[in-house]
């Protein structure tokens, strides 16, 4: 029972485009979404992420955009840099009292490579 | 470094083995992870441990796992009899608290391989 999806596997960008990882989900009591970036041999570390009550948070070149009615966020990096080639991760956690509550579900990630 | 640190880094081992891994978080943080990615998946949560509450075990595949933690500190993942299906990476993670405000700080994972 796969609760969090990135349904593509991979994705590949031109430098300076922009590059936008999905990310769907069915817990309808996830009401916090993160993504982390991982490169190889390391730990994923923290990207950004959004509150349920939001639909859109952005940091720098990165923006998270959440469609809550869809089940559906997105992750949008521009301008895309060679550096951002890595492996992402979208997550998910819930409220207080549920099951997911404490701990985080992630997707399958997404391979993006930012061609120079 | 001050981050969260994980061994071994590496881990082979034969099929009905006992093998024991160990986390060490960052100072502070009263709430560990236990995660595991094998090949091709995502981050599957395992455990996590918050402060000196009940565990929440929820996510360990089998009797064959088990979890540790001395305090908020040093934490230990023990898994008996491996198998070859329990060849994966496993990452620790720590917290100043639960998920959710709190970001989770991941240490570079143990792969073990099961033969």
């Known amino acids: 029972d796969q609760q969090v999806k990135q349904n593509s596997p991979s994705l590949s960008v031109q430098e300076g485009r922009i590059s936008i990882l999905n990310c769907d989900y069915t817990?309808?009591?996830?009401?916090?979404f993160l993504w982390y970036k991982k490169y190889p041999a390391e730990g994923p570390t923290f990207l950004i992420s959004?509150?349920?009550?939001?639909d859109k948070n952005e940091d720098g070149r990165f923006t998270v955009f959440l469609n809550k009615s869809a089940k559906h966020l997105s992750l949008h990096i521009v301008p895309s840099q060679p550096g951002d080639s890595a492996v992402y991760f979208c997550?998910?956690?819930?409220?207080?009292?549920?099951?997911?509550?404490?701990?985080?579900?992630f997707g399958q990630g997404t391979i993006l490579t930012v061609h120079p | 470094g001050a981050g969260v640190s994980q061994s071994p880094s590496n881990k082979v081992t034969e099929k009905g083995k006992d093998v024991e891994l160990r986390c060490d978080p960052i100072?502070?943080?009263?709430?560990l992870y236990w995660y595991r990615q094998s090949l091709g998946q995502g981050l599957e949560f395992l455990i996590y441990?918050?402060?000196?509450?009940?565990?929440?075990k929820s996510g360990l595949p089998s009797d064959r796992f088990s979890a540790e933690r001395t305090g908020e500190s040093v934490s230990t993942l023990t898994i008996q009899r491996t198998q070859q299906e329990d060849s994966a990476v496993y990452l620790c993670?720590?917290?100043?608290?639960?998920?959710?405000?709190?970001?989770?700080?991941f240490g570079p994972g143990t792969r073990l391989t099961v033969l």
């Open positions: 959004i509150s349920s009550i939001k």
């Open positions: 441990f918050q402060g000196n509450s009940a565990p929440d």
């Open positions: 100072s502070g943080h009263t709430a």
């Open positions: 997550a998910a956690t819930g409220r207080a009292g549920g099951t997911s509550y404490g701990k985080l579900t």
């Open positions: 993670a720590s917290s100043q608290g639960l998920a959710g405000d709190n970001e989770q700080f």
């Open positions: 817990n309808s009591m996830f009401d916090y």
